[in-house]
C-alpha cells in the first residue's frame, strides 16, 4: 500500500497539495511516483506563470514515460523546487519532501473540492487493479 | 490476462510489476529499473524470457530451407552449436523478424524467434515448407533464462556440478550445448557476457532458485531494453518491421549477398533497395540536453524533420537520454530532436552506447 499522509489533500491525477496562507505547495504522490518508476527527469514551471486549476503545468519523466503534472488550483507559480534538477530520484524516495513548485491561490474555494486522504486512497486503490 | 510463464508466480512473490508484452504477463521490474540495469552492468542478473519462441527444424532439407528463408547464410554454419543472428525477410525484402538460428547437426536446426511475432512467423514458416522435406516442431513445455553480466558465467556455472561446470564455463561464444536437460548458449540481449538457457518448464523453477541463491538478481524488460539499447541492439517491432529492409535499420552487415546464386526471400528486392540507393540510415543519438528521447518523436536534419526516433530512452551507464533514429543518410554529428513542442540539440553516435560496462 503506498503512502498517504492524512494531513496532505490530493487530486484524481495523483498530485498532493499542502497550504500554507495562501500558497500550495505541489508534487506527485507516492503511489504515482511507484506507478511511473525511476524518475529521470522533471521539468518545472517558471516562476510568474500563470495556470488554471487543471493546466499541465509539470512534466515528470520516468524510465517509463513522460507524464504531465496539472495544476490543482487556479494562480501564479511562486517558487519551484529547483533541486530536482539534478536529483529527480528524491521523487521516487521522499514524494512527499520532493515538491515540484509553489502556486499562489487565485481562489481558495477550489481547494474544497480536492479529495482528502481517505478519498485519495480509494483513488489510489482502484488504479492498482 | 494474458499468457503466462512457468515462472510467473516467482515473479508475482518477488514483487514485480507486471505487464503485458507480446500478449505475455512479463515482469517490467522487481524494484528499481535503474540499479536492475546497474546490477547486470557491473554484476550478474536473470531474466525470464520463456516468452520466446524455440522452433526446431529437423530432415534432410532443412539447410537448404534455411538457406532460402534467412537473409543471412546458414552455410557460415558448420560446427554443431554454432549460432547465427538473421533477419526473416518478405518477398519485398522487409523484416518478418530478426532470429537466433543455431546449428545442432545436418538434419537439425534450432531457431529461437520473437515472442510477438509467433503467429506470423510460424505461419510463414510453414507455408514456405511445404515443398521441402522437412518437419517444424515447437518442443512443448519449454521455458528460457537469460543470465547476464560481468559476474554471470561465474556465477551460473556455480550452479552445476563438475564436469559439466567446466564444460559450461569453456562454451565459446556464440555457440551452444546440451547438457543433460538444458541448452545453453553464450549469447545474450544486453552487451555482456553471458548465457541464454533453454530448458523444460519443469526444471526451471529450480534453476531459477539456484542462480538467485548464487546471488544472480532478477531482471524486468524494463532494464533489459535499456541494456539493449546501450549495447546497439535493436528491437524488433521498434526499429525494424515490415515498412523497412535491414539496410536502412543498421542490419546491412546480417545479409549474405554472396554466393550471388543464394536466392532468398527477399533478395531480387533487397539488390534493387541497395542499387537505387537507400536514403535513410539508423544511427545513435545521445541527447545534449536536459530531457528524455522516446520512440516516435521527430528528428529534424538539415531544416528537414523526415527523421524519428525507433527506440529512446535514459541510459543508466551515460547518465544521459541515448536513442536509435532513422534518419537521412547525410546526416552531419549533429541533429535537433522535437520534444513537447521544443527542438533540442543530439549528437550523431556509431552504435554501441556502451560495452563491457563503460561508455564507449
Known amino acids: 500500500m503506498s503512502n498517504v499522509p492524512a494531513e496532505l489533500k490530493y487530486t484524481k491525477s495523483h498530485e498532493w497539495v499542502s497550504v500554507d496562507g495562501d500558497v500550495a505547495t505541489v508534487g506527485i504522490t507516492d503511489h504515482a511516483q511507484d506507478l511511473l518508476g ?52 528524491s521523487v521516487n524516495s521522499d514524494p512527499y519532501q520532493s515538491w515540484l513548485f509553489k502556486i499562489k491561490l487565485s481562489d481558495a474555494s477550489e481547494l474544497d473540492e480536492m479529495l482528502d486522504a481517505n478519498a485519495y486512497s480509494g483513488v489510489a486503490a482502484d488504479d492498482s487493479h | 490476462m494474458g499468457k503466462q510463464t512457468p515462472l510467473y508466480d516467482k515473479h508475482v512473490v518477488m514483487g514485480a510489476k507486471m505487464v503485458d508484452f507480446g500478449g505475455w504477463d512479463m515482469p517490467l521490474r522487481y524494484g528499481s529499473q535503474i540499479e536492475e540495469h546497474h546490477q547486470v552492468r557491473t554484476d550478474a542478473g536473470m531474466f525470464d524470457v520463456s516468452h520466446m519462441s524455440v522452433v526446431d527444424f529437423t530432415g534432410p532439407d532443412t539447410r537448404e530451407f534455411l538457406r532460402k528463408i534467412f537473409a543471412n547464410n546458414v552455410d557460415r554454419l558448420t560446427t554443431p552449436g554454432k549460432a547465427l543472428y538473421t533477419c526473416m525477410l518478405k518477398e519485398d525484402g522487409y523484416v518478418i523478424d530478426d532470429l537466433i538460428v543455431y546449428y545442432m547437426d545436418e538434419n537439425w536446426f534450432r ?30 513445455n519449454m521455458a528460457m533464462i537469460a543470465v547476464q553480466g560481468p559476474n554471470a558465467r ?74 539493449r539499447l546501450e549495447a546497439g541492439m535493436n528491437l524488433y517491432g521498434s526499429d525494424m518491421d515490415e515498412t523497412t529492409s535491414p539496410l536502412e535499420s543498421g542490419l546491412g552487415w546480417t545479409v549474405a549477398w554472396d554466393p550471388e546464386g543464394r536466392d532468398f526471400i527477399g533478395r531480387a528486392a533487397l539488390e534493387k533497395i541497395r542499387s537505387a540507393g537507400t536514403h535513410k540510415k539508423l544511427v545513435g543519438l545521445i541527447l545534449e540536453e536536459k530531457g528524455v528521447l522516446r520512440n516516435h518523436q521527430k528528428v529534424i536534419v538539415n531544416g528537414l524533420d523526415d527523421g524519428e526516433i525507433t527506440s529512446g530512452g535514459f541510459s543508466p551507464t551515460l547518465g544521459k537520454s541515448i536513442a536509435f533514429a532513422r534518419v537521412p543518410k547525410d546526416v552531419g554529428g549533429s541533429c535537433k530532436v522535437e520534444i513537447r513542442g521544443k527542438q533540442v540539440l543530439a549528437t550523431v553516435v556509431k552504435l554501441p552506447f556502451a560495452r563491457n560496462g563503460k561508455p564507449v
Open chain 2, 154 to 227: 561465474t556465477k551460473a556455472s556455480a550452479v552445476f556440478d563438475e564436469p559439466i561446470r567446466s564444460e559450461i564455463t569453456a562454451l565459446a561464444p556464440f555457440t551452444a550445448a546440451y547438457f543433460g536437460d538444458l541448452f545453453i548458449s553464450r549469447t545474450g540481449y544486453t552487451g555482456e557476457d553471458g548465457f541464454e538457457i533453454i530448458l523444460p518448464a519443469s526444471q526451471v523453477n529450480d534453476v531459477w532458485r539456484a542462480l538467485y541463491g548464487e546471488g544472480v538478481q532478477p531482471i524486468g524488460l524494463g532494464a533489459r531494453d535499456s541494456l
Open chain 1, 38 to 89: 525511476d524518475m529521470v527527469f522533471i521539468e518545472v514551471p517558471d516562476v510568474g506563470a500563470n495556470f488554471n486549476k487543471g493546466d499541465d503545468c509539470a512534466v515528470v519523466e520516468s524510465v517509463k514515460a513522460a507524464s504531465d503534472v496539472y495544476s490543482p488550483v487556479s494562480g501564479e507559480i511562486v517558487e519551484v523546487n529547483d533541486d530536482l534538477a539534478d536529483a529527480p530520484e
Open chain 2, 111 to 140: 531457431v529461437v524467434f520473437n515472442a510477438s511475432t509467433h503467429d506470423k512467423d510460424l505461419a510463414w514458416v510453414q507455408e514456405h515448407a511445404k515443398p521441402f522435406s522437412m518437419e517444424i516442431i515447437e518442443p512443448p
